[in-house]
T-cell receptor, first 113, second 114 residues
Framework: SQQGEEDPQALSIQEGENATMNCSYKTSINNLQWYRQNSGRGLVHLILIRSNEREKHSGRLRVTLDTSKKSSSLLITASRAADTASYFCATVLSGAGSYQLTFGKGTKLSVIP | DAGITQSPRHKVTETGTPVTLRCHQTENHRYMYWYRQDPGHGLRLIHYSYGVKDTDKGEVSDGYSVSRSKTEDFLLTLESATSSQTSVYFC?????????????FGPGTRLTVL
């Protein structure tokens, strides 16, 4: 069963706008990770946020984590056409299962030039 | 793709035939993973390895077996392929367990079972 669920499933914005994607999960986690997948390619890691962290930044990316609500958000600022891709959140469960990443179904982002 | 190759990249096979997919890494990472990606399901873990000859099942392991005789190679075998195993298969590697590290993905293998 899916641990993480992204919302929305699809998002279309104009270049230069900000894009926000959300991820909800069900059980306690060790960390949460965001990945990007360009069409026909493998996944690329974007950012990892641990359960004791609330916010992380990496370039134009900002990730927040609210463990009380079991949710995370990924914000891409000043989007570019090259940001067009699918974005996945993945969780690592606390305790047993630390070997495993559990992925959501993804948000498909389209950035229109 | 972080020194990860998958072979073949595309394969078409018939129901009932055995199929082996290979993942090869040049990073000397300890952990290796096989996922499948299907529309509407995201990525699901099939099997993973935490060292040479050390493997374990993931979420969707039925119908699949794996082997890891060398650090750099992780093989995924479909003993008797079925149409439900038509999918895109991704290999991933990490230097430490998922609780401490990110994973690096290969380019994928598109498998079609007729």
């Amino acid at each position: 069963s899916q641990q993480g669920e992204e919302d929305p499933q699809a998002l279309s914005i104009q270049e230069g706008e900000n894009a926000t994607m959300n991820c909800s999960y069900k059980t306690s986690i060790n960390n949460l990770q965001w990945y990007r997948q360009n069409s026909g390619r493998g996944l690329v890691h974007l950012i990892l946020i641990r359960s004791n962290e609330r916010e992380k930044h990496s370039g134009r990316l900002r990730v927040t984590l609210d463990t009380s609500k079991k949710s995370s958000s990924l914000l891409i600022t000043a989007s570019r056409a090259a940001d067009t891709a699918s974005y996945f959140c993945a969780t690592v469960l606390s305790g047993a299962g630390s070997y495993q990443l559990t992925f959501g179904k993804g948000t498909k982002l389209s950035v229109i030039p | 793709d972080a020194g990860i190759t998958q072979s073949p990249r595309h394969k078409v096979t018939e129901t009932g035939t055995p199929v082996t997919l290979r993942c090869h890494q040049t990073e000397n990472h300890r952990y290796m993973y096989w996922y499948r990606q299907d529309p509407g399901h995201g990525l699901r873990l099939i099997h993973y390895s935490y060292g040479v000859k050390d493997t374990d099942k993931g979420e969707v392991s039925d119908g699949y077996s794996v082997s890891r005789s060398k650090t750099e190679d992780f093989l995924l075998t479909l003993e008797s392929a079925t149409s439900s195993q038509t999918s895109v298969y991704f290999c991933a590697i990490s230097d430490r367990e998922a609780s401490a590290d990110t994973q690096y993905f290969g380019p994928g293998t598109r498998l079609t079972v007729l």
